[in-house]
């Protein structure tokens, strides 16, 4: 407990701890003493909805364009979403039920108590399930594919359903009562939802007075949590949440026409930009998956921009991060799968995949320098959203081999694809254990791979986002970092002796645990030469790679084939042992894949590994 309390004091920070306590004491307060929620309550008064604008016809050209196969895809997830069945997290149908349940979770099949206040529910309830499954309907998400279904098809039945559905969830929502009212960041992306699709409806003619009616009381309750719980987006969990919180502010009160809050909104925005965006672009949330999360964020504030007149000021770290991901990218728009991913693509405005991250980083790069950074493809969809409807020049930016020191992700090219490799210096809380986890993609496949989140509420996902879930060395017994519960990690590690150049990189991480771990990557011209040496306590130490590729053994260690071609191989001495594991590009979705581990014992306290990782071409 007492090295518990040293690791909250010297690396979250006293100011943190208070405030983290004094979170803690109010929700206390307010289970003891309901009437004491009042102390926190605001009155608000929504004036205006017309926050959002858009080109329409520009909008609906652009989708009656896509292929018939996109046509029937959108059109398909908005009627089965008609009849409630969602699709969850990009990738898995959710049936809430018809009409729709909004308390219920239909992986478990159990529902939450909708007539109890959100601070006396708890956020892990094992019988109900992971709350961020009931939290998927009400966010609201499933308006953008009525609008566009409707956008293609001309059918006023998504109309129709948009308008029934958000009438029945504010009469099955009172605030503050239920599930839905627990987090700030939902009930901020509910209002933007909501009024986006509101705002496309209208201008096609369809909505009605009570629709007008039913917005306000929506966007009136969910503002309301956004002010009484802002606290704890902005001083104690300073990650996302911040963010979309911040845009929740500025909704509220533009609507509310408090000019004054919106202004100061835009201000907590760019100092929270600064302090939560590294100046060569990582986002300290260390998850690639919440960085794209927060940069949609951003860009729908652009969008705002356009009403408010009030400008986000802090866009050179916006366009950093974006170029950061640029260089770590397939060309197919995926990413590694870094750190915690929630499944999150807030707003789906293109008919790209979830993990093609090319519609937020073209959009970005558009809003700031005014340019494309693709050519013209299914993902421009997002810039006809949150930008405008003029001609851009597209810049065609190499991708190289790249260092991005501050924020700790080192970056290598070769004929095909390219080598990630990460060692952060913690500056914020951290959450996966993935220092020195090499992530490797050639001819598109992800040969290497990061295994991914599960669920925040599942032993699986405590598994994938520990040591052992990484590419990367493991000491039995010993953890880099120290885990309680879902999010609160400690006794971060530390880096030292980073060196990189064009072709080569080392760098070192202590473990707190008992253990230093030197990992060197040499770019060859047959591919890289990884050297890994460990210094610690234990019998033996082990390196281990996760890949979705078959497994096959040959003389001088392993071969790794995708659709029974020979994509490379793994050069290496020592035990060898190839196992069954699962990895998640989804959240709630798992797929099985093998893990190779190669094992050496530690002789005066140290082991050391050798592997060339050969390339076909």
Known sequence: MKKEVYSLLTEYGLKWTINRSLYSAKLKMMSAIPATENFFERNVEVKRIDLFEFNVPSIKNFLDELTEEKKSEIVLIADKAIDGIITGFSSIEL??????????NPLTRAESKKNVKWYQLPDFDKDVGDIKVIWEASRLTHFHFF????????????????????????????????ANFKCGQECTLRMINTLIAYTVFKNCGLTTKSDEENVKNLVEVCYKKVLSNFFYAHKCIQNNHTFSEISGLIVGAWCC??????????????????????????????????????LQIIECVYKMSEKTQIYINEAERIKNSVLLLYQVQNDDGDVPN????????????????????????????????????????????????????????????????????????????????????????????????????????????NVLCDSGTYSYASELGKTLSSTKGHNTVKV???????????????????????????????????SKNGYHHQRRIEQKSFGYSVTDEVI????????????????????KGLELHWENQAICSIETNGDIEINK?????????????????IKKNMVEKKSKFIFNIRLFK
């Open 95 to 104: 049936d809430y039920g018809y009409p729709i349940n909004w308390h219920y």
């Open 536 to 555: 610690g306590d234990g019998e033996y130490s082990e390196v281990i790679f996760h890949t979705p590729c078959e497994v096959k053994r040959v003389a």
């Open 581 to 597: 594991c699962y990895r998640s590009v989804y959240y709630l979705r798992k797929e099985e894949i093998n893990c190779i581990s």
């Open 257 to 294: 026409e408090s000019n004054a809050t919106v202004k100061k909104a835009y201000e907590l925005l760019d100092k929270e930009i600064v302090k939560q965006f590294e100046p060569d672009g990582g986002f300290t949330q260390f998850s690639f998956n919440y960085h794209r999360f927060t």
């Open 147 to 178: 609008v566009r279904a409707y956008l293609l098809t001309g059918e006023q039945k998504y109309y129709i359903a948009f308008s029934n559905q958000l009438k029945a969830w504010l009469e099955d929502n009172p605030y503050p009562y239920g």
């Open 476 to 510: 039995p017994g010993m953890e880099q970092m120290n885990k309680k519960g879902a999010f609160l990690v400690t006794d971060w590690t530390k880096r030292k002796e980073v060196k990189y150049r064009s072709d080569n990189f080392e760098g070192t991480m202590i």
């Open 338 to 445: 870094y750190g915690s991913n929630d499944g999150a693509l807030i707003f789906p405005l293109s008919s790209c995949g979830y993990r093609d991250f090319r519609p937020v980083l073209n959009t970005i790069y558009a809003l700031i320098e005014g340019k494309r950074l693709y050519e013209f493809g299914d993902y421009d969809e997002e810039i006809f959203w949150f930008g405008d409807n003029r001609e851009l020049p597209f810049e065609k930016l190499e991708r190289k081999s790249s260092v991005f020191n501050e924020s700790g992700f080192y970056s290598f090219r070769h004929d095909g694809g390219f080598l990630m490799t990460c060692l952060q210096n913690y500056k914020s809380r951290p959450a996966h254990m993935d220092q020195l986890h090499i992530d490797l993609w050639h001819k598109g496949i």
